[in-house]
């Protein structure tokens, strides 16, 4: 067996799951253009649905996701092409509480990995920030006064509680 075959002890149970999901699969009329106009920018963190969490569906919004929600180069340059090309007209940026991302700082994250795993982590930027809220400021701006993002866009931000599920409109 090749090193690259499929490792189906760790993902047969996906297969499995996606063999049920066929039988009843009704988004095969949708096209890649998101239907509300909307991109969500928001973290990984698994108790997160951001379709679920705003009413919306497959096909609905373009949804980006990374540790804590943060408006990296990649987020950026996938909001341009959005914009342009992909009907995106609103943007809405969105971590939450209980992010580990908020709770710790860089060198946390570096010495930790590097207790347990003896792994120098050292030369990656987490964008870790205790201050939750003045890095979706700082990021919200980020995106607003970004020179190549589509004219007319509207950006906006608002922090998810994991524990009700609600969403506070951020003003900031
Ligand atoms: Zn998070």
């Given at each position: 067996m090749s090193n690259n075959s499929f490792p189906h002890e760790s993902f047969d149970d996906l297969l499995a799951a996606n063999a049920e999901y066929q039988k009843t699969f009704?988004?095969?009329?949708?096209?890649?253009?998101?239907a509300k106009g909307l991109a969500i920018v928001t973290c990984m963190?698994?108790?997160?649905?951001p379709l679920s969490v705003i009413g919306l569906r497959s096909g609905d919004a373009k949804i980006l996701r990374n540790a804590g929600a943060r408006v990296t180069e990649d987020v950026i340059r996938t909001l341009v092409l959005a914009t342009y090309?992909?009907?995106?007209?609103r943007i809405l940026v969105m971590p939450h509480t209980d992010c580990k991302m908020a709770e710790n700082d860089e060198a946390d994250f570096h010495k930790l990995i590097d207790e347990q795993?003896?792994?120098?982590?050292?030369?990656?930027?987490?964008?870790?920030?205790?201050?939750q809220r003045g890095s979706l400021a700082s990021d919200l701006n980020r995106i607003r006064s970004y020179?190549?993002?589509?004219?007319?866009v509207v950006v906006a931000g608002a922090i998810y509680d994991v524990k009700t599920g609600t969403i506070e409109p951020f003003e900031g």
């Open positions: 009704k988004y095969s009329g949708l096209t890649g253009s998101a963190d698994s108790r997160i649905n090309l992909l009907n995106v007209n795993y003896g792994v120098n982590t050292s030369s990656l930027e987490f964008r870790t920030s205790r201050d020179p190549l993002l589509r004219e007319g």
